[in-house]
């Protein structure tokens, strides 16, 4: 065997036996802040970023040269004139206050109202109108700020400025004050007054110190006490209760801001450079990773509900990553290990130093504190497979063998065929196992190697199995998972009574995932978990199976059904490694899955699986992931989601979040953009959202956190959004949002109720507009009618009576009594025919009822004028009335009916019937005369006006006639 460690002599292993003490006696304290850098590129209105606030949403406000902007982890939203702002603060109600060349502002963090609240005076020569510098808002909601002379106190309720003199003279800049509350909620201060506090029953200022350079201040809440920067760089704390001001560091520069951190470190700034000073442990170091040459430092601003720092500076914000974040990556630099190689394998020497085996054979120390490697040891062609330190003694498993590493001593072989696992056992015997061998055992304490069963289960027990990896538990049992088709690939050697014994014989067969198991460990209650091929089984101390979970039904969370390794930690959590992301089942079995999505360095998970207290170190190639357990449960991540911004038609649009929204017909193309505002990398959130009445499944869409519509209809709507954790599990606080479309106007109820009145309007007008007209035409038949009754009627008659005087006066064998004769018969038939003309224009005969009235009493004149018998039936006619060229037609059908009955049929009976049935009037006619053959062509003109009369009224005629048989009509005429 082959191995390289650079001139691996007894001086090189005592240096490497050195670097390992080091590991376990050292404590090293290192910064190791990492800073994003966010600046005008995304989207920063200036990269001069002068004041840092957060509202209670979770919004960050910042003010810049050009102004203020909202920003929401996503996008800025500029609010006000773009102008630099003179001081931003947020007060506890939730109302920003800024000031800047105008004069002193609010606007409300919700509504998003904005107000002009005290109007500069650019007018006069008093400079000290213009400037409210350094605002500070106290419990009592009213507005700190200073100028070149003063201490300002606005009280909003009561829309009154209040001056307190700090300067009888001009100084160059108006910040002339910084201001800080105590624990009781008092109003302190440090100016060129000192150090002092604001009396609220005499309304002054009341000086502590008399120290003109202070020049910054903050309280510490955990012992109620003051630091203090001044203008010399010193920092000290004051004792309120004991009055004492002690200096406690120096710096090189004026310190002009001071704050603590969640984590009770205090943050202080000066002009270039930034500090942090842990005060538990007692030490300051400056934070410079991120530094670069003439940055100023305007503005800090530690989060107290997150472990984040924001840093405003004159090239940008920046933003400390959260030290506490889910996952972290760890990669090695190149000029350790500038070759892939995978992490196959930790170590944990002591808290915060690890070893790591790699595929290439290198051994690499890491600490954690430093993040720095130091390569021990590189076998050449092996696969480092496992690693244990024991007694300052290293021991690695590999494809190639087992080796020892012994200070003083050269690298020794202990095995030579492949080891896939080695164990300790209380006994301080190595426990060694190699694939298709027996499993060897060396005891340490007299470095010889003993067996120590006295038969095994069957002769063939190591041949034919495949044992992958062992765990040792404190009942003294060596448990193997591997390949076991016999045993269905769990046994155990119990080391009371030195026997092997295979699961299968106490447990059902279904109750195994499969006969292959890769991984075994402990969990916290000292239950056994084993993780194979189909899933994972966890067992008691007996062996018994207690629990089964199948890769193949929670697809595709075990996409390809493979779990390669698998522990628990504290919180009853199992965590699997899987071909496609690290698995995570809870104790009520809630399940989740962590992939390059939410920070991992790789999916493939079957390596280097080491579980701490609080972390689980993952192997990767060149590099590993540490996932943070006491994170695990995310619930500082599960934000409330929230609408940062509505855009419609592309544009901004800022609305009162604490009134409905409601768009017009116009603004049916909107864009809503939500955040949960966690800050985190914008590849970290992705979101899906669904909309009642237009898509009702989720729809995913990805990392953009902007949902888009087009062309909305009128009418309301419920609009559902969620975002995926940093765990990558769809939060359950979905964000319901209701929105209203109003209706154009031609879609309002009013309008279509006065486009119904309309159309009625239409409609009874133009009814009215017919009967008007049907009444003008029913006058001027009645005016025709009673016109040529009176005036041609009278002179027909008074025609007559004349010829009928003439006639008297000459006798028949006068010349011209013929003419008398014929003066007075045409007088009679014109008579005839006006009456019918009357008859037929006059509108009070228009009934169906007034005509067979005529009718019948015509034909009944004539038929019994003949001598034939006649009958008449008439049914159901009504009041029904019908127009006039209908009439006439109805009324010389009837006559030709008649007419050609007298003069062809020579019948001795006549019948006509009529009946209104169904809209429908129905005349039948017969006679019982000699009757003709209807298929044979007549030129009769009475018969062909019967028929083209009824067509005209599109109406239908049937004759049935025969000769010898009578004739008889049956008329159908539609009355509509």
């Known amino acids: 065997m082959e191995y390289k460690d650079y001139k691996m002599n007894k001086s090189s292993l005592n240096y490497f036996f050195t670097l390992i003490l080091l590991v376990f006696f050292c404590d090293i304290y290192a910064q190791n802040l990492v800073f994003e850098k966010i600046s005008t590129k995304n989207g920063l209105s200036s990269n001069n970023v002068l004041s840092i606030s957060k509202d209670s949403q979770g919004y960050l406000w910042l003010a810049t040269n050009l102004g203020i902007s909202r920003y929401d982890g996503y996008q800025f939203q500029q609010f006000g004139s773009l102008s630099t702002p003179k001081g931003l603060t947020i007060s506890k109600k939730g109302k920003l206050w800024f000031s800047n060349e105008k004069g002193l502002w609010s606007l409300n963090t919700k509504s998003l109202l904005l107000e002009l609240k005290i109007a ?135 310190i002009e801001q001071i704050q603590f951190s969640r984590t009770n470190d205090l943050i202080c700034i000066s002009r270039n450079h930034l500090f942090r000073l842990n005060v538990i442990k007692n030490q300051i170091e400056e934070i410079d990773r991120f530094i670069e040459e003439g940055i100023i430092f305007n503005k800090i601003f530690a989060d107290s509900d997150k472990n984040e720092l924001w840093v405003g500076t004159n090239e940008g914000l920046f933003k400390q990553e959260n030290e506490n974040q889910l996952i972290k990556q760890v990669q090695i630099s190149k000029e350790v290990l500038d070759y892939p190689a995978i992490i196959r394998c930790f170590e944990s020497v002591n808290e915060g130093n690890y070893l790591l085996g790699m595929s290439s054979g290198d051994i690499l120390q890491w600490n954690k504190s430093t ?42 072989k202990l095995v030579s065929q492949e080891v896939n696992s080695i164990e300790l056992d209380e006994y301080n015997r190595l426990w060694i196992l190699s694939p298709n061998e027996p499993i060897k055992v060396l005891d340490l304490s007299k470095n010889t190697f003993i067996e120590l069963w006295k038969k095994l289960p069957y002769p063939t027990f190591f041949k034919e199995n495949l044992f992958h990896r062992l765990c040792y538990t404190q009942d003294q049992k060596m448990w193997i998972a591997g390949w076991i088709p016999s045993g269905f690939g769990i046994a155990y050697f119990d080391l009371k009574t030195n026997e092997f014994k295979e699961l299968s014989s106490i447990n059902e067969h279904k109750k195994f995932i499969g006969d292959y198991y890769l991984d075994v460990s402990v969990s916290p209650k000292h239950e056994l978990l084993f993780s194979g091929y189909g899933g994972y089984n966890r067992l008691n101390t007996n062996g018994l199976i207690t629990e089964e979970v199948h890769a193949e039904d929670l697809k595709p969370i075990f996409a390809d059904g493979q779990c390669f390794a698998i522990e628990e930690d504290l919180n009853e959590n199992t965590w699997i490694g899987t071909a496609e992301g690290l698995v995570r089942i809870t104790k009520d079995k809630r399940i989740s899955r962590f992939t390059q999505f939410d920070g991992l360095l790789n999916n493939d998970i079957r390596n280097g699986f080491l579980m701490l207290t609080n972390e689980l170190l993952i192997g990767h190639k060149n590099g590993f992931s540490i996932f943070n357990l006491k994170n695990a449960n995310l619930e500082q991540y599960k934000n409330q989601l929230k609408l940062s911004q509505i855009a419609i038609l592309g544009s901004e649009k800022k609305v009162n979040l604490d009134q409905s929204l409601v768009f017009t017909r116009k603004q049916n193309n909107l864009s809503f953009a ?114 040529l009754h009176d005036e041609i009627g009278a002179s027909l008659s008074s025609i007559g009576i004349l010829g009928d005087l003439i006639k008297k006066k000459l006798t028949e064998n006068h010349s011209g009594y013929s ?137 239908t005629c049937k004759i049935n006639s025969a000769e010898g048989q009578g004739t008889k009509y049956e008329i159908r005429i539609p009355l509509r």
């Open 120 to 254: 500069n005076q650019l007018t006069d020569d008093n400079p000290d109108n213009d400037h409210y510098n350094e605002i500070f808002v106290d419990e009592k909601e009213r507005v700190w700020s200073t100028d070149f002379h003063h201490i300002k106190c606005y009280d909003a309720k009561q829309n009154r400025l209040t001056y307190f003199q700090i300067l009888k003279k001009n100084q160059q800049n108006p910040s002339i004050a910084k201001f800080s509350v105590d624990h009781e909620g008092k109003l302190w201060s440090v100016s060129p007054m000192g150090l002092c506090q604001f009396d609220e029953q005499k309304k002054r200022w009341i000086r502590f110190l008399k120290d003109k350079s202070f020049n910054s201040l903050t309280f510490n809440k955990a012992n109620s006490t003051f630091w203090i920067g001044n203008r010399e760089g010193e920092l000290g704390e004051f004792d309120i209760k004991k009055k004492i001001f002690q200096v406690k560091y120096k710096i090189d520069e004026p």
């Open 371 to 412: 993040n720095d490697f130091v390569k021990i040891i590189q076998l050449f062609g092996c696969d480092i497979k496992a690693i244990k330190t024991v007694n300052k003694r290293l021991y690695v498993a590999s494809n190639k063998g087992l080796f020892e590493i012994k200070k003083g001593e050269k690298l020794k």
């Open 674 to 787: 939500f955040s949960p505002l966690n800050f985190e990398n914008q590849a970290k959130n992705k979101y899906r959202y669904r909309m009642t009445g237009i898509n009702e499944k989720w729809i995913e869409n990805g990392v953009n956190p902007t949902v888009t519509f087009s062309n909305l209809e009128q009418g309301n709507y419920v609009l559902e959004v969620q975002y995926a954790e940093v765990a990558g599990n769809w939060n359950t606080n979905t964000r319901i949002l209701k929105f209203e479309i109003l209706p154009a106007w031609y879609e309002t109820i009013w309008f279509k109720i006065v486009l119904i009145l309309m159309i009625i309007g239409v409609v009874y007008a133009l009814y009215w507009y017919r009967i008007s007209e049907f009444k003008k035409l029913q006058l001027m038949r009645n005016r025709i009618s009673s016109d």
């Open 819 to 955: 003419f008398a004769e014929m003066i007075t018969d045409e007088a009679k038939q014109a008579g005839t025919a006006i009456d019918y003309i009357i008859w037929n224009v006059n509108p009070q005969f228009d009934s169906l009822e007034s005509l067979f009235t005529r009718i019948n009493s015509e034909a009944a004149e004539l038929i019994e004028a003949k001598e034939i018998q006649y009958e008449f039936e008439a049914y159901s006619l009504g009041n029904r009335s019908m127009s006039m060229d209908k009439k006439r037609n109805i009324y010389l059908i009837c006559k030709e009916l008649i007419n050609n009955a007298l003069k062809h049929s020579e019948c001795s009976k006549i019948v006509l019937y009529c009946q209104v049935n169904f809209n429908y009037l129905e005349i039948n006619f017969s006679d019982n005369g000699k009757g003709f053959n209807v298929d044979l062509e007549t030129n009769r003109n009475g018969l062909k006006n019967i028929q083209s009369r009824t067509k005209e009224l599109k109406g």
